[in-house]
C-alpha cells in the first residue's frame, strides 16, 4: 500500500524553464511533508518542507506548494538549471500512534527530473 | 560542521553471515534513523532512535536490529544475511526527533549479499 506516490517516474525540461514535480499522498494523519533530492549511490538531500498548516513555502528557486483537500503536493523549481538534474523524493512525516513525537518518513518511489542545456 | 557519517560505504557479504553498519550523526543530533533503499521498494523506514531508545520500526523481521550509544552514535545488524537484503542502507539524523523536524542524511553503506 503506497501512501505517497509520484506518479511520474521521469521528467525532461529545459533550462530556464519551470519544474513542477508532484506528490500525492493517501494519510490523512501526514502532517509535515519533506522534499530530497538524490544522486546515485548517495544519500538524499534535504531541500525544502511544508507543514500541513501551510499551503505555501518557498526557498530560493524552490517552492512547494500543499493542498490538504486533495492530498497534493508539488514542488516547482523555477528557473531549472542542469544541476537539477537527479531523482526528486516526495517525503511524508506522520504523528505516531498517542500523539508522540518521531522521525518516520515515508517516501514516494521518486521522479527523475532531467534538465537540458 | 561535519555531516552524517556512514561506515562503510561499501560490503561484501555472503549468504548466511551477519553484518553491522555505523553512523554518526551530525554533533547535536540525538535522534537517528535507518532506512533500506532497493530498486524494487524504493527507501524504506527501518527503525529510529531517540536518546538510546528505539522509538519507532517498520515492517522487518527480526534479522533487522539496531541500537544507540550515549553519544547518539548509532549501529544496525542485519543476521542471516539473505540475497534480497542487497540495497543501499541509508542513516539519517535530526535535531531533537520531534515533529517537523527535517531529516539528513549520510552517504549510505552499499551491502552486496552473494
Known amino acids: 500500500d503506497q501512501q505517497v506516490k509520484q506518479n511520474s517516474p521521469s521528467l525532461s525540461v529545459q533550462e530556464g524553464r519551470i519544474s513542477i514535480l508532484n506528490c500525492d499522498y493517501t494519510?490523512?494523519?501526514?502532517?509535515?511533508f519533506l522534499w530530497y533530492k538524490k544522486y546515485p549511490a548517495e544519500g538524499p538531500t534535504f531541500l525544502i518542507s511544508?507543514?500541513?498548516?501551510?499551503d505555501k513555502n518557498e526557498d530560493g528557486r524552490f517552492t512547494v506548494f500543499l493542498n490538504k483537500s486533495a492530498k497534493h503536493l508539488s514542488l516547482h523549481i523555477v528557473p531549472s538549471q542542469p544541476g537539477d538534474s537527479a531523482v526528486y523524493f516526495c517525503a511524508a512525516s506522520e504523528r505516531a500512534l498517542g500523539g508522540g513525537a518521531t522521525n518516520k518518513l515515508i517516501f514516494g518511489t521518486g521522479t527523475l527530473l532531467a534538465v537540458q542545456p | 560542521k561535519a555531516g552524517v557519517t556512514q561506515t562503510p560505504r561499501y560490503l561484501i557479504k555472503t549468504r548466511g553471515q551477519q553484518v553491522t553498519l555505523s553512523c554518526s550523526p551530525i554533533s547535536g543530533h540525538r535522534s537517528v534513523s535507518w532506512y533500506q533503499q532497493t530498486p524494487g521498494q524504493g527507501l524504506q523506514f527501518l527503525f529510529e532512535?531517540?536518546?538510546?531508545?528505539?522509538?519507532n520500526k517498520g515492517n522487518f523481521p527480526g534479522r533487522f536490529s539496531g541500537r544507540q550509544f550515549s553519544n547518539s552514535r548509532s549501529e544496525m545488524n542485519v543476521s542471516t544475511l539473505e540475497l534480497g537484503d542487497s540495497a543501499l542502507y541509508l542513516c539519517a539524523s535530526s535535531v531533537t526527533g520531534g515533529l517537523n523536524t527535517e531529516a539528513f542524511f549520510g552517504q549510505g553503506t552499499r551491502l552486496t549479499v552473494v
Open positions: 511544508i507543514s500541513s498548516i501551510k
Open positions: 532512535y531517540f536518546s538510546e531508545t528505539q522509538r
Open positions: 494519510n490523512s494523519m501526514f502532517d509535515y
